[in-house]
T-cell receptor, first 112, second 112 residues
Framework: GGIITQTPKFLIGQEGQKLTLKCQQNFNHDTMYWYRQDSGKGLRLIYYSITENDLQKGDLSEGYDASREKKSSFSLTVTSAQKNEMAVFLCASSRDNQDTQYFGPGTRLLVL | QQKVQQSPESLTVSEGAMASLNCTFS??????FRWYRQHSGKGLEVLVSIFSDGEKEEGRFTAHLNRASLHVSLHIREPQPSDSAVYLC????????????FGKGTSLTVIP
């Protein structure tokens, strides 16, 4: 078994602030993902990475940067937080392109 | 346009009665479908993955896929109060690395 850890659990930011969310997995999975979950909108893919130093844009990449410096970690940066923004950011990993994605517990973002 | 539609939005069943959740999708070329469960405040837990028409059973969870009618369902046998959660349907059309589209979820409540 393995685990996906996301930090922080809760993130409160100011409008315009740059905010970074971190994700670690010990499955030794190659592929990692960042999703945004909004109430009433389901999950939307922001970025994914198929290996260390790789980045692929998802449907919602605008306003975000990502970084995969190590196989085990994948960071997401909100480049300029929007006021009244509230969402859950979910990190996931999978062994390869055919395998199931396993999800972390999420980071809850609130922008004041 | 939402690629994945789930129904109903919410469902209440009695403990032990079958629970049935539905998902329709807009792309008939999809070949990779997943049902996930999300307990309040937690990450996603994969329940069933299905890749071809027919039925796939994982414990008390059975998925039925009919690509001709653009429909995949999840049936939960003998649901328990601990099954109360949001259930998410996801599909991927990528033959390469997975870009999954998620539905908005069905909120299931199982009453004792």
């Amino acid at each position: 078994g393995g685990i996906i850890t996301q930090t922080p659990k809760f993130l409160i930011g100011q409008e315009g602030q740059k905010l970074t969310l971190k994700c670690q997995q010990n499955f030794n999975h190659d592929t990692m993902y960042w999703y945004r979950q909004d109430s009433g909108k389901g999950l939307r893919l922001i970025y994914y990475s198929i290996t260390e130093n790789d980045l692929q844009k998802g449907d919602l990449s605008e306003g975000y940067d990502a970084s995969r410096e190590k196989k085990s970690s994948f960071s997401l940066t909100v480049t300029s937080a929007q006021k009244n923004e509230m969402a859950v950011f979910l990190c996931a990993s999978s062994r390869d392109n055919q395998d199931t994605q396993y999800f972390g517990p999420g980071t809850r973002l609130l922008v004041l | 346009q939402q690629k994945v539609q789930q129904s109903p939005e919410s469902l209440t069943v009695s403990e032990g009665a079958m629970a049935s959740l539905n998902c329709t999708f807009s792309d008939g070329t999809s070949d990779n479908f997943r049902w996930y469960r999300q307990h309040s405040g937690k990450g996603l837990e994969v329940l069933v993955s299905i890749f071809s028409d027919g039925e796939k059973e994982e414990g008390r969870f059975t998925a039925h896929l009919n690509r001709a009618s653009l429909h995949v369902s999840l049936h939960i046998r003998e649901p328990q109060p601990s099954d109360s959660a949001v259930y998410l349907c996801a599909m991927s059309t990528d033959t390469g690395y997975q870009n999954f589209y998620f539905g908005k979820g069905t909120s299931l409540t199982v009453i004792p």
